[in-house]
């Protein structure tokens, strides 16, 4: 089974920027879409954004469109968020996650991924 380890993760003051990485135990990664989630404390999961297993297509939520941006190199069996002009709410773990089960299809709902690394903590100062 692929496992995921994500890294990057820090304190940042407002209006700074980090770059997260997640790299794969495998290759099989390189031919399915990966996602980024997050979970600040007392809330849910949601999705953040997520990448086709080619980098052709990529999705985000409207809350980080224009700042965030997420990007994968597959001979390097890791995927990345690019995290520009953060905000106190961007707070929250980050987990990568993929899933076995989609091809071409670029999922986007929690529960349409199956395999989640441990998160790395990301959190933003005023």
């Known amino acids: 089974q692929v496992q995921l380890v994500e890294s990057g993760g820090g304190l940042v003051q407002a209006g700074g920027s980090l770059r997260l990485s997640c790299a794969a135990s495998?290759?099989?990664?390189?031919?399915?879409?990966m996602g980024w989630f997050r979970q600040a404390p007392g809330k849910e999961r949601e999705f953040v954004a997520a990448i086709s297993w080619n980098g052709d297509n990529t999705y985000y939520a409207d809350s980080v469109k224009e700042r965030f941006t997420i990007s994968r190199d597959n001979a390097k069996i890791t995927v990345y968020l690019q995290m520009n002009s953060l905000k106190p709410e961007d707070t929250a773990v980050y987990y990568c996650?993929?899933?076995?089960?989609?091809?071409?299809?670029?999922?986007?709902?929690?529960?349409?991924?199956?395999?989640w690394g441990q998160g790395t903590q990301v959190t933003v100062s005023v």
């Open positions: 996650a993929t899933s076995l089960r989609w091809l071409a299809y670029v999922p986007r709902k929690l529960n349409e991924y199956d395999t």
């Open positions: 495998e290759r099989t990664f390189s031919r399915y879409a």
